[in-house]
Structures are given as C-alpha cells and as structure tokens.
C-alpha cells in the first residue's frame, strides 16, 4: 500500500508560478516494485491527462507537451517527495492536479490507467 497527499495547490495570477508536493509512505519500498512517480491534472469537463513523471531508478523525466519548457518535476529521496514545479502559468492550467505512482513495467509512462495509486487532488486555478 502506498498513501500519496499533494499539497501546495492555489490561486495565482497568468505569468505566476506554484509548486507542487507529493509526498509518499506507505511500503514503497518493501513491496511496491516502484518504476514512476507522475503528475496528472483534470479540469472541469475534461478527461484526466498527463503532466509530467519521473523514472525512478533513473531520475529521466518526461513532460507534456503543453507544459515543456514551463513545468519541472524532480525528487527528493531523503523525504519520499515528487516535486513540480509551475512556472508562466496560464489560465488553461487551471485543474485539479494529482500525482500517483506506477509499477515498474513495460508499459507507457504517459498512460492515466498505468498509475494505481493516486493523491487526492490539489487545486490550482490561474486567472487571466
């Protein structure tokens, strides 16, 4: 069993920036074959979809597309914590923002149904 809890969601003007935690416990190590910890969001009316992840034997990360260039994930081992960081934010940002973990396999690292375990959610709203 791994727990997720996200902190560090808000209100925060275009152009802004916020940063998002994860932190995780749990048996992550123990008994979860741990391959990545990812950043997902949803908005209002829209499907959940990929943000960013980090591999976690190798620290390689991956991004959206929409947020290349503008949003960084990284790790801190000591704490169990994923990170993101959002800077320039715009208004299309704007969604609930989970993150979650996935097993080590052979499977995509931007696919939603990938990730078994998830947080419960962080706000962030971006007013133009």
């Known amino acids: 069993q791994v727990q997720l809890v996200e902190s560090g969601g808000g209100l925060v003007q275009a152009g802004g920036s916020l940063r998002l935690s994860c932190a995780a416990s749990g048996r992550i190590f123990s008994s979860y074959n741990m391959g990545a910890m990812g950043w997902f969001r949803q908005a209002p009316g829209k499907e959940r979809e990929f943000v960013a992840t980090?591999?976690?034997?190798?620290?390689?990360?991956y991004y959206a597309e929409s947020v290349k260039g503008r949003f960084t994930i990284s790790r801190d081992n000591a704490k169990n914590t994923v990170s993101l960081q959002m800077n320039s934010l715009k208004p299309e940002d704007t969604a609930v923002y989970y993150c979650?973990?996935?097993?080590?396999?052979?499977?995509?690292?931007?696919?939603?149904?990938?990730?078994?375990?998830w947080g419960q959610g962080t706000q962030v709203t971006v007013s133009s």
């Open positions: 979650a973990t996935k097993p080590r396999n052979m499977a995509s690292y931007y696919s939603v149904p990938q990730y078994d375990y």
């Open positions: 980090i591999i976690w034997s190798n620290s390689r990360t």
